[in-house]
């Protein structure tokens, strides 16, 4: 957590703390107590007087009223009470940051250029080595005008459930190419998504097939996935598959479930 996060998170903490004064400003003098026993749940309001003389008196599950705006009163008090602590460790961090100087340690690995080009190969080796990767591509050229549809990110792709599947990769910042030719024994192919898992640089193969219920692109599909299959990628282990028609269109949670396999794997 960098400065200006700190000072974010300190605005909203303050912001809650005074909304959280109104909606106790009126409340009764009175606390609550909550028992339970294997019947359910019993309400009393309790209050020590100026001798220091304790008060209880069993509030009926009818008087909602009451036992809305004690709990409401309990409520505020604790949440008051966790603010303030989470307030008192963000100065302690704070006071930390200032202590070791103008940049935190993620400031330095992320956000300094230089020095980030130097350290992020021997402190994150594998995401170091997918940013490298992903600028490495070498993606196809074919047909340039038929990507006509762009995801979050900008990229440009042939459908809208392509631009949904990189969107959502962008999203999880999961390092991909789209359409990049790879190299197999018997010729080469172009999957629609070359993927590698941030944690583990496994290269994972995303083959969106739409168009199934067209038989021309049924048989090539086929005839793609034999060739993946006799070069060891296999579905279930490093080969996605979406698939869809007219009358059963992907959708993005599906996709969104994809993408945690990815994650997992």
């Known amino acids: 957590?960098?400065?200006?996060?700190?000072?974010?998170?300190?605005?909203?903490?303050?912001?809650?703390?005074?909304?959280?004064?109104?909606?106790?400003?009126?409340?009764?003098?009175?606390?609550?107590?909550?028992?339970?026993?294997?019947f359910g749940y019993y309400f009393y309001?309790?209050?020590?007087?100026v001798e220091g003389k304790e008060?209880?008196?069993y509030i009926h599950r009818k008087e909602k009223e009451l036992i809305t705006r004690l709990a409401l009163k309990r409520y505020c008090h604790l949440r008051d009470k966790e603010i303030q602590l989470e307030l008192d460790a963000l100065e302690s961090y704070e006071k930390v940051g200032q202590f070791h100087g103008r940049y935190s340690a993620e400031?330095?690995?992320?956000?300094?250029?230089?020095?980030?080009?130097?350290?992020q190969p021997i402190l994150k080796p594998v995401a170091y080595r997918a940013k490298q990767w992903v600028e490495e591509g070498n993606?196809?050229?074919?047909?340039?005008?038929?990507?006509?549809?762009?995801?979050?990110?900008?990229?440009?792709?042939?459908?809208?459930?392509?631009?949904?599947?990189?969107?959502?990769?962008?999203?999880?910042g999961i390092p991909f190419r789209y359409e990049d030719r790879i190299r197999l024994q018997g010729g080469s192919a172009i999957p629609d998504f070359t993927i590698m898992n941030p944690t583990t640089g496994k290269k994972i193969y995303w083959e969106h097939l739409g168009m199934m219920d067209d038989m021309a692109y049924y048989e090539s599909a086929i005839e793609k996935l034999a060739m993946y299959q006799a070069n060891g990628i296999y579905l279930g282990n490093n080969l996605i598959l979406t698939v869809e028609t007219l009358q059963q269109p992907l959708t993005y949670k599906t996709i969104q479930g994809m993408v945690e396999s990815i994650i997992d794997c």
Do not use: F, W
């Not at 300190?10 to 028992?35: D, G, T, V």
């Open 107 to 119: 400031d330095l690995l992320y956000r300094t250029p230089v020095i980030s080009e130097l350290l």
């Open 1 to 38: 957590m960098n400065q200006s996060e700190i000072k974010s998170r300190q605005r909203m903490l303050l912001a809650e703390r005074k909304s959280i004064a109104k909606l106790s400003a009126n409340a009764p003098k009175e606390n609550l107590q909550i028992n339970r026993n294997k």
């Open 45 to 49: 309001s309790r209050y020590v007087d």
């Open 55 to 57: 008060h209880r008196k």
């Open 139 to 172: 993606p196809s050229t074919y047909r340039e005008e038929e990507k006509r549809h762009s995801s979050k990110g900008g990229l440009k792709v042939r459908s809208k459930a392509e631009a949904m599947i990189a969107s959502c990769l962008e999203e999880r």
